[in-house]
């Protein structure tokens, strides 16, 4: 990465927070340690509002000779840029972007974004193959930090089976309850657990103690943006909590899903389950075969840091994009902007408008209200939670009051 050539637009994530994830922060680490650059966009949004971040964003573009852009999204279900002004980007950059949860939100906003983008990175075979279904060039990419996920120095393994994660998702209670009621001694650690939630630091220790670590593949129940869509149930998600995993030298013993076996090598780097008595299964014999199961959890460590260190991994992005922005040649993407995305887009100016009013900065409220009336659509579902969140929440005996109120009616 020795040209500094490449801007990473992102967020910082509290890492301290409880189940705090490193992910993109490995990633500006390794960025800003080669020289290139970095941008927190939320935080400049909140300074410079809608217009003001677009004209910053130009300038810092043209002044730093920027040829490559990698966007990765804050919030999965955020909505802060115009499709347009990406692709006002792209006349002048390669543009990347990285979608976060795709697998949630790619029907009514990951695949409209996409249209901008010179190149959409996901870390599964899945996504891969329906962007480009859609005519967007896709690859999959994934990288860790070995800061963060490693080895630890004398730690003996007496968790025999422990899982770290959010319990709420689709089939992991039942899973873990079927285990439990079978016998199997396991810690659950996240949230809706027995141990609750643990910071990252707690949770690479867990990964370290464990003889087996469970990862379910399964993603969150329809929430105000996905309301209705339970057949999301039937998704499964990879997941790169695996390669954390491996990477701390733990034995994984993940739910199935595409992308796994491009990964890892199935039975020989990592062991897949599909039911709970297939589970069980397997959390019996691998408990009994110590040296099968440590053979596997080796396999996997050494592959790990061969292939998927951000320290090897991300230089080696750069070289790739660097070469396809060579060999770009720009063509006006046509952009399709649906009623969907645009009353989601308008909705998402809600939240915005309150952070902005309790900031005390009128002007980009004010702002924002214009682009929802130049739309004229909206989710009023999505309104009542903002309105909950951003307002409520911050005010317990007034929305005890709302709550009885609207009980009554």
Same mark, same amino acid.
Request: proline share 2%; hydrophobic share 40%.
């Given at each position: *990465? @020795?040209?500094?050539?490449?801007?990473?637009?992102?967020?910082?994530?509290?890492?301290?927070?409880?189940?705090?994830? &490193?992910? !993109?922060?490995?990633?500006?680490?390794?960025?800003?340690?080669?020289?290139?650059?970095?941008? &927190?966009?939320?935080?400049?949004?909140?300074?410079?509002?809608?217009?003001?971040?677009?004209?910053?964003?130009?300038?810092?573009?043209?002044?730093?000779?920027?040829?490559?852009?990698?966007?990765?999204?804050?919030?999965?279900?955020?909505?802060?840029?115009?499709?347009?002004?990406?692709?006002?980007?792209?006349? /002048?950059?390669?543009?990347? *972007?990285?979608?976060?949860?795709?697998?949630?939100?790619?029907?009514?906003?990951?695949?409209?974004?996409?249209?901008?983008?010179?190149?959409?990175?996901?870390?599964?075979?899945?996504?891969?193959?329906?962007?480009?279904?859609?005519?967007?060039?896709?690859? $999959?990419?994934?990288?860790?930090?070995? $800061? =963060?996920?490693?080895?630890?120095?004398?730690?003996?393994?007496?968790?025999?089976?422990?899982?770290?994660?959010?319990?709420?998702?689709?089939?992991?209670? &039942?899973?873990?309850?079927?285990?439990?009621?079978?016998?199997?001694?396991?810690?659950?650690?996240?949230?809706?657990?027995?141990?609750?939630?643990? $910071?990252?630091?707690?949770?690479?220790?867990? !990964?370290?103690?464990?003889?087996? @670590?469970?990862?379910?593949?399964?993603?969150?129940?329809?929430?105000?943006?996905?309301?209705?869509?339970?057949?999301?149930?039937?998704?499964?998600?990879?997941?790169?909590?695996?390669?954390?995993?491996?990477?701390?030298?733990?034995?994984?013993?993940?739910?199935?899903?595409?992308?796994?076996?491009?990964?890892?090598?199935?039975?020989? #780097?990592?062991?897949?389950?599909?039911?709970?008595? #297939?589970?069980?299964?397997?959390?019996?014999?691998?408990?009994?075969?110590? @040296?099968?199961?440590?053979?596997?959890?080796? @396999?996997? !460590?050494?592959?790990?840091?061969? &292939?998927? $260190?951000?320290?090897?991994?991300?230089?080696?992005?750069?070289?790739?994009?660097?070469? *396809?922005?060579?060999?770009?040649?720009?063509?006006?993407?046509?952009?399709?902007?649906?009623?969907?995305?645009?009353?989601?887009?308008?909705? !998402?100016?809600?939240?915005?408008?309150?952070?902005?009013?309790?900031?005390? /900065?009128?002007?980009?409220?004010? #702002? #924002?209200?214009?682009?929802?009336?130049?739309?004229?659509? *909206?989710?009023?579902?999505?309104?009542?939670?903002?309105?909950?969140?951003? =307002?409520?929440?911050?005010?317990?005996?007034?929305?005890?009051?709302?709550?009885?109120?609207?009980?009554?009616?």
């Amino acid at each position: *990465m @020795n040209e500094k050539d490449t801007l990473f637009l992102t967020k910082i994530t509290d890492v301290l927070s409880p189940m705090g994830m &490193d992910f !993109y922060n490995s990633y500006i680490r390794e960025f800003t340690k080669n020289g290139q650059y970095f941008l &927190d966009y939320p935080k400049l949004y909140s300074e410079l509002g809608n217009s003001g971040i677009e004209r910053y964003l130009l300038d810092f573009i043209e002044k730093n000779k920027i040829k490559i852009l990698i966007f990765a999204w804050a919030d999965s279900w955020g909505f802060d840029f115009r499709v347009e002004f990406f692709e006002l980007l792209r006349q /002048k950059i390669f543009l990347v *972007m990285i979608p976060c949860d795709w697998e949630h939100y790619f029907n009514f906003k990951d695949i409209y974004y996409a249209q901008a983008a010179d190149l959409v990175i996901v870390p599964d075979i899945v996504g891969r193959f329906i962007f480009r279904h859609y005519g967007v060039n896709a690859i $999959t990419f994934y990288a860790f930090d070995t $800061t =963060t996920y490693r080895k630890l120095n004398g730690i003996s393994q007496d968790i025999d089976v422990s899982f770290v994660g959010a319990v709420i998702k689709y089939r992991r209670k &039942d899973f873990l309850y079927y285990l439990a009621k079978n016998g199997i001694n396991i810690q659950t650690y996240g949230l809706g657990t027995q141990n609750g939630k643990v $910071t990252s630091e707690k949770m690479v220790e867990i !990964y370290n103690r464990s003889k087996i @670590n469970l990862s379910f593949t399964g993603i969150d129940p329809p929430n105000i943006f996905t309301r209705g869509r339970t057949i999301l149930k039937r998704v499964r998600q990879f997941k790169g909590k695996i390669i954390d995993i491996a990477l701390c030298g733990g034995f994984v013993l993940t739910e199935d899903a595409l992308g796994n076996e491009e990964a890892l090598v199935l039975n020989k #780097e990592i062991v897949v389950f599909n039911t709970k008595e #297939e589970l069980l299964q397997k959390v019996i014999y691998y408990l009994k075969n110590e @040296n099968e199961r440590k053979s596997i959890a080796e @396999n996997a !460590y050494r592959r790990s840091l061969k &292939d998927y $260190t951000v320290s090897t991994a991300l230089p080696a992005l750069i070289q790739k994009l660097r070469k *396809m922005n060579d060999e770009k040649k720009y063509t006006p993407a046509e952009i399709i902007l649906d009623e969907i995305f645009l009353r989601n887009y308008a909705t !998402y100016r809600f939240p915005l408008i309150l952070k902005f009013i309790l900031s005390g /900065k009128y002007s980009f409220a004010f #702002e #924002e209200l214009a682009i929802i009336f130049k739309i004229r659509k *909206m989710d009023f579902h999505q309104v009542w939670y903002y309105l909950k969140r951003e =307002t409520l929440d911050r005010f317990p005996r007034l929305k005890k009051f709302l709550k009885r109120i609207f009980k009554k009616k």
